[in-house]
């Protein structure tokens, strides 16, 4: 049976030429924006403003489908977590984290990933596809439903609990960049969900030529997965880095529309134990940054099952945050969240497997297949007790 044309994941052009085409009066598509976005409609027949006659016939020739939620769980901090069905059965996780008078929504770009960063769950899942605009958009409806914020009667009353959408979920936005672009401009425009890109961050881990179209045509702020100083160590940890070294990847920030004092590129920076933890590591950070508008998010290791590194002891992290602080950089370190329910930075992964040590052999396979796919090799990392130049 032939699938009705979806109307979520439209732009407002394209939704009021798909209704001209069906006869509907131009005006219709503001007022069926309005209803998708403003207010969560998510059946034709809430759509009151319409005739019975026009929401018959849309329901004749739309649908208005949305992922469907497979698991919801809350964390002891609040942190919830979906984990989303596409219409195709693909799977997909997308977080809420609250905070005292806001939230973000960690988004997912990808079903899966292309990339192999080593501590990342993500990584060790072969890539499915991109997920569409409609989908994109789809988990923030999703959100808004749960956290009930359609058509708040009094926004200076009532807090706002999802005010910020960070790109930092399953897969690389600038691999699925048209889909990213598209529905972030549903998620920004005035008369709709209307969350602005001053609280929008795309988290990239390093696709160079993408990074300045970003910046020039959506203006959102940028976040790198940088987490290594030497190309030596972030080339077996952060593989994309043998096609983009830190070199051009640091000249593509400095060169970021928009970047000011103001308006600061931040640089994540995971900890792992012995890996890239030393006194010398946070020196060349230092170092490699200088010049930059930058702030720097120190993310302890979350584990999961089957990961090859183990999280430094707070006071290593603590050390590391001194010394960039003490350089201008503002250092904060993430506090873990939703760790319990495996919603935390770098556990995300479209079904929870429960894997025993022995079965990192499998993981380090999957791996291995997606490195040979996009020509690397890549040799197993030992830990060092120092990393980077200088003193």
């Known amino acids: 049976m032939e699938r009705l044309p979806n109307l979520i994941g439209l732009d407002l052009a394209e939704l009021t030429a798909i209704l001209e085409a069906q006869g509907f009066e131009r005006f219709r598509a503001t007022q069926i924006w309005s209803w998708l976005y403003v207010r969560g409609a998510q059946d034709f027949a809430e759509m009151t403003s319409l005739s019975k006659l026009a929401r018959a016939k849309l329901a004749d020739h739309f649908t208005l489908e949305r992922p469907t939620i497979t698991t919801h769980q809350k964390s002891?901090?609040?942190?919830?977590?979906?984990?989303?069905?596409?219409?195709?059965?693909?799977?997909?996780e997308s977080v809420h984290i609250p905070?005292?008078?806001?939230?973000?929504l960690c988004v997912s770009s990808q079903v899966g990933c292309t990339l192999t960063c080593r501590f990342c769950h993500t990584g060790t899942q072969r890539l499915v596809r991109n997920l569409s605009a409609a989908e994109i958009v789809g988990q923030v409806l999703i959100a808004r439903d749960a956290l009930k914020e359609w058509a708040l009667p009094d926004a200076s009353a009532t807090p706002r609990l999802l005010t910020n959408i960070v790109l930092m979920g399953m897969g690389e936005p600038l691999y699925n960049y048209d889909n990213v672009a598209k529905a972030l401009r549903i998620i920004m425009h005035s008369d709709g969900i209307?969350?602005?890109?001053?609280?929008?961050?795309?988290?990239?881990s390093g696709v160079v030529p993408m990074i300045e179209r970003c910046g020039s045509e959506l203006d959102v702020n940028l976040a790198i997965s940088l987490h290594a100083v030497t190309d030596e160590l972030r080339d077996q940890i952060v593989p994309l880095n043998r096609k983009y070294p830190i070199a051009e990847l640091?000249?593509?920030?400095?060169?970021?529309?928009?970047?000011?004092?103001?308006?600061?590129i931040t640089f994540e920076y995971i900890m792992l134990k012995g890996v890239n933890d030393s006194p010398a590591d946070a020196r060349q950070l230092v170092r490699l940054l200088r010049g930059i508008p930058a702030k720097i998010n120190l993310i302890p290791f979350n584990p999961w099952p089957g990961a090859a590194f183990d999280c430094p002891d707070?006071?290593?992290?603590?050390?590391?945050?001194?010394?960039?602080?003490?350089?201008?950089?503002?250092?904060?370190?993430?506090?873990?969240?939703?760790?319990?329910?495996?919603?935390?930075?770098?556990?995300?992964?479209?079904?929870?497997?429960?894997?025993?040590?022995t079965e990192r052999a499998e993981i380090d396979r999957l791996i291995a297949e997606k490195d040979q796919a996009q020509g690397l090799e890549i040799s197993p990392i030992s830990s060092r007790k120092n990393t980077g130049s200088g003193d």
């Not at 905070?99 to 973000?104: N, P, Q, T």
């Not at 209307?194 to 990239?204: E, H, N, V, Y």
């Not at 640091?250 to 600061?264: D, E, I």
């Open 76 to 92: 002891e901090d609040g942190t919830q977590k979906w984990l989303l069905k596409m219409p195709d059965g693909q799977e997909v």
């Open 99 to 104: 905070e005292e008078d806001r939230g973000a």
């Open 194 to 204: 209307a969350i602005g890109k001053r609280r929008i961050t795309l988290s990239t």
């Open 250 to 264: 640091l000249k593509a920030c400095r060169t970021y529309p928009g970047v000011s004092n103001t308006r600061r």
């Open 314 to 357: 707070w006071s290593v992290i603590e050390n590391f945050g001194d010394i960039v602080n003490a350089a201008g950089y503002a250092s904060p370190i993430r506090t873990p969240r939703g760790r319990d329910i495996m919603a935390a930075c770098g556990q995300l992964k479209s079904a929870s497997l429960k894997l025993s040590a």
